[in-house]
């Protein structure tokens, strides 16, 4: 019944304005009409234990879709392997002017320039806190999941070594791992913060001021020249963090985009990104060489695509535009195709398949 009225919202989702569509959903799903999960507990073959965190699948909802905490359990319940909200800055910010989200129908992607449009680190925290009181429910739909903070700065008035260290400070009892956002290509100066020694020095400032925080990873472009990777990923580790998210959208504009809105200004995500994505995710790999936990992001949408990251080197996925185009309903999809293409592939669980390729 519930799939009922979630699949006739999609189709309703659809025929809206791309940001009116997306506040839609945020209501429909507070109002508890996602659907659920189906029957409840994920195949063991999609179980993932990384960062000393157990998953009970991979596939996680990435940033950006719950900017300001208020939809973690309803993402849970549709089956979602673990939720990351955010991204979330020191003071609420309205975000760039309207319209600022596109929909590439035909590419199958998405252009944003959103800008960072959250209510702030106050009310994120008071959502996480409150969520971390909650009792898990149940052990299959809606069971706890691990939920990640995603940190970012103000447009205005930022001070990166001074604002990182006190997000981690509002949310390091509430989350299960954090994310420092260094990559959005809409707030002016951010991916700069990917520099090596500046990274470093935000890390240390963290390290220094929460020697009791949860992990850590940091979120990369998939712009970043490929000889700047080798000392982003030393950067990362020196500076203490335990991962990397790869990647956030691109600014570069892939060849044969179709649609009329290819030209605006901001973020690319979605099917286009895959390539782009994966190579970095390969890049990324080899250099970390197991040194740290990888999050793949970017233009994922089949089970195949979930493997082909895992065999890459990744330990979990994250995904946004798929999601945004065809509901709820492909987070079971996607474990199903999951479960078939590691065994059309020789491979018992996704551990067996990780850093095969
Ligand atoms: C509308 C929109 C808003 C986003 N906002 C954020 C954000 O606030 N923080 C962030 O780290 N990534 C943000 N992202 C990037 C996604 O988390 C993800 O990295 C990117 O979309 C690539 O994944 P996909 O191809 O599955 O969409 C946003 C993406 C979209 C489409």
Redesign the pocket.
């Known amino acids: 019944m519930m799939d009922i009225v979630s699949n006739m919202l999609m189709k309703l989702v659809r025929r809206l304005d791309p940001e009116d569509a ?1 506040r839609l959903a945020l209501d429909a799903l507070m109002l508890g009409l996602g659907g659920g999960n189906g029957s409840g507990r994920d195949d063991p073959a999609l179980s993932v234990r990384a960062m000393g965190l157990r998953f009970p699948n991979p596939i996680g909802i ?3 879709f719950d ?1 300001n905490a208020q939809v973690i359990r309803p993402l849970a319940r549709i089956g979602f392997g673990f939720v990351e909200a ?2 979330v800055t020191p003071l609420p910010q309205e975000g760039n002017p309207r319209p600022r ?1 596109f929909r590439l129908t035909e590419d199958r992607a ?1 252009i ?1 320039r ?1 800008g ?1 449009n959250n209510q702030g680190i106050d009310r994120f925290a008071v959502r996480m806190a409150r969520l971390h009181k909650l009792p898990a429910k149940g052990n299959g739909a809606g069971a706890r999941v691990p939920v990640g903070a ?1 940190l ?1 700065i103000n447009k205005n008035g930022a001070d990166p070594e001074r604002d990182y260290p006190r997000l981690v400070g509002r949310v390091k009892h509430y989350a299960d791992y954090i ?1 420092l ?1 260094l ?2 290509p809409n707030t002016p100066g951010l991916r700069d913060l990917q520099q090596a020694d500046r990274l470093q020095a935000i890390l240390q400032a963290i390290g220094e001021a929460h020697p009791d925080r949860p992990p850590l990873l940091v ?1 990369l472009a998939p712009d970043l020249a490929r000889d700047d990777i080798g000392p982003v990923i030393e950067a990362v580790i020196a500076g203490g963090a335990q991962g990397v998210t790869v ?3 691109t600014i570069s504009r892939p060849d044969g985009l179709r649609s009329p809105h290819a030209g605006e200004t901001g ?1 690319l ?2 099917r286009p ?1 895959r390539p782009l ?1 994966e190579t970095v995710l390969r890049d990324v790999a080899q250099i970390a060489a197991g040194r740290l936990t990888l999050v793949a ?4 949408e089949t089970g195949a695509d979930i493997v082909d990251r895992v065999r890459a080197g990744a330990d979990l996925v ?5 999601f ?1 185009y065809e509901g709820p309903g492909i987070v079971r999809r996607l474990k199903r195709e999951t479960v078939r293409a590691l065994n059309a592939e020789g491979f018992e669980t996704l551990a067996d398949a990780k850093g095969t390729a």
């Open positions: 997306h990435a940033a950006g900017k955010g991204t989200l998405i944003n959103m960072f995603n970012g994310v956002n990559s959005s979120k990647t956030n959208t973020g995500s979605g990104l994505a992001c970017g233009g994922i994250q995904l946004y535009s798929a945004a």
